[in-house]
């Protein structure tokens, strides 16, 4: 009687056929191995192998570089573009020797290589270009990442800086990203020091994104940090087009609220917008019009205004006063307590303010402080007073602080409620087109600073190594651009196919706009399972995609045979 027991070999499949596919349309591994340097002959594992593990991980799952052997070892190694044996040679060590070899890579020539492609193999649309930056908080004190050069080649300097994250202890680095209109594909990105000031990115990028387009006839959009006028004079003499914010420190913008305290403007009204959370909620309205005070520069200068902004604004204006005035309350009590640490009145003063500054609330709040003095006598000896009991007499400074609202500046201020200022040298779109193209659009780039820090978790990254951590920032760039990719792809599928939803919710809840993410998620558990005896396999059992699966596998057009995988 055979008494060898059964072996069973269970390996995640999950999403990585669909990953592959766009990896291969991307051509990745090819990529990777033109610029790589040649792969060291005692190396048991290409770099460029480690490399496509590294970016699998990425888009997947992402974890420590210390435990993507571990991850790797749940996952079909062929999948992974490794054999069996392979899988154990992965390390942190070994991954970041991979890293190493990037980073002295000619990862600009790469850059281009592969966006040029991605254009072409997915028909991306360059007309319009939306850019914005954010900053990477690192954790750590990465005092060797001080701009020197390392295998001839300059680092980038790691440094404390004006954090978006309002995390001022933590060092950072700058991460500039460009996507397309078309699907928010990222079409450029660029890494660049912590204390790199945002508004001397743009001339660069710009002229790369030029470069890219194959001329200057493209509409670039990004926030505030673009209107300068060197950024500005440089695309409009260049024949570049452009929208931006008007910045509320530009003279423009004050001339235009001291405008309305006296005059009724002419409001257009170009759309409306249904709530963004009540079907039944009033819609937003929008109205614009073309600003009475002309724009310094000669561009085109307009004012939109949003009845839901202009609620918005009211009620931060009326939260503001009342947290300065709860501020107030309490630092009032303190002053007229019997242990009042305040001594002078300038120190009052910079107390209030302190309030009023990081309250926002100085514009809005007046004050006034007195100082007094509060006497008292006290008997010098002890015992009962009598007619030659001696006093002392003691000053103690005090102060009384009163506030009260600014009605004046409040009035003036409610008339422009609700109001933005948009700047553009494009003469023929309407507002309309021009407020769609910020409003409607400028936010996707937004979402994918989300994608890069909340879902393909960028930081924290412990590297000690700045060569290595931009080399994996270059990888987190190619991960970000496969998500934006498949979710464009399957989204162009359902309108191609008039499919206006997939049951991709728990509980097969609707999902009308589907991300990578719930793609993920859907084919999370698949699995191929190898039952074998004695090294023989006795019966192999391939993924059985579930009717929703298989609808999103033909939406991509990826091949079904790719999820019944050998070993």
């Known amino acids: 009687m055979d008494q ?28 990777i191995e033109k610029y790589l340097p040649p792969p060291d002959k005692r190396a048991k594992m290409d770099p460029a192998q480690a490399l496509g593990v590294l970016v699998r991980n990425l888009i997947i799952g992402r974890t420590p570089l210390y435990s993507v052997g571990e991850w790797a070892q749940q996952m079909v190694p062929r999948l ?6 392979q899988v154990r040679l992965l390390n942190d060590d070994r991954v970041g020797r991979a890293l190493d070899r990037l980073f002295e890579a000619d990862r600009t020539a790469m850059l281009t290589e592969l966006v040029v492609h991605i254009v072409e193999e997915f028909h991306v649309e360059l007309q319009r270009l939306h850019n914005d930056s954010t900053t990477l908080s690192l954790h750590g004190e990465y005092l060797d990442a001080d701009g020197h050069v390392e295998r001839g080649k300059p680092t980038l300097v790691v440094t404390f800086g004006n954090n978006k994250e309002h995390r001022p202890d933590l060092k950072q680095l700058l991460w500039i990203l460009t996507v397309s209109e078309d699907g928010a594909v990222p079409v450029h990105f660029k890494v660049a020091d912590g204390n790199t000031e945002d508004s001397t990115t743009h ?18 959009v990004a926030d505030c940090k673009l209107c300068t006028r060197e950024n500005l004079h440089h695309i409009h003499e260049a024949d570049g087009q452009f929208i931006t914010v008007l910045p509320r420190s530009r ?28 079907k039944d909620g009033p819609p937003d309205i929008i109205r614009a019009i073309e600003s009475p005070i002309p724009d310094a520069d000669g561009y085109r200068l307009i004012w939109y205004h949003s009845s839901h902004k202009r609620q918005r604004d009211a009620q931060e204006r009326q939260d503001r006063i009342l947290r300065a005035q709860k501020k107030l309350e309490g630092l009032k009590e303190k002053l007229d307590g019997p242990r009042c640490r305040y001594t002078t009145l300038e120190g009052v003063d910079q107390a209030v303010k302190t309030i009023l500054s990081d309250t926002g609330a100085q514009r809005w709040v007046d004050y006034e402080s007195k100082e007094w003095e509060k006497k008292s006598y006290r008997q010098e000896n002890r015992g009962r007073p009598g007619k030659d009991t001696r006093w002392r007499r003691t000053v103690k400074q005090c102060f009384r602080l009163s506030w009260e609202s600014n009605e004046e500046n ?12 948009l700047v553009t040298n494009c003469r023929d779109l309407s507002l309309l087109d021009i407020l769609a193209c910020y409003k409607s659009k400028q936010p996707f780039v937004e979402k994918r600073h989300e994608l890069l820090k909340n879902t393909l978790e960028v930081t924290p ?9 931009e080399a994996f920032l270059f990888l987190v760039y190619i991960g970000l651009t496969i998500h934006a990719l498949m979710e464009r792809e399957l989204r162009k599928a359902m309108q191609n196919k008039e499919l206006k939803s997939l ?4 509980e097969e809840r609707d999902c009308q706009a589907p991300t990578t993410v719930r793609i993920i998620d859907v084919f999370g558990n698949l699995q191929r399972h190898i039952l074998s005896k004695a090294g023989k396999t006795v019966q192999r059992f391939d993924p059985k995609l579930s009717r929703l699966q298989e609808e999103i596998t033909e939406l991509l057009d990826v091949p079904f045979r790719s999820f019944a995988v050998e070993s």
């Open 4 to 31: 060898q027991p059964f072996d069973l070999d269970s390996k995640y499949v999950g999403v990585l056929p669909i990953v592959n596919h766009f990896l291969r349309r991307l051509r990745f591994g090819r990529l």
């Open 80 to 85: 992974l573009g490794l054999n069996p044996h």
């Open 203 to 220: 001339i660069e990028t710009w002229e790369v994104l030029r470069s890219l387009v194959g001329g200057a006839k493209f509409l670039y």
């Open 251 to 278: 003279k423009e913008d004050g001339l235009f609220k001291e405008w309305l305290v006296s005059h009724t403007p002419q409001w257009e009204e170009i759309v409306r917008y249904p709530h963004p959370r009540r």
């Open 410 to 421: 409040i009035q003036a201020d409610i008339l422009s409620d609700g109001i933005f200022p």
């Open 461 to 469: 990254a412990f590297l000690k190594s700045i060569s290595r951590l």
């Open 503 to 506: 049951p991709l919710y728990p």
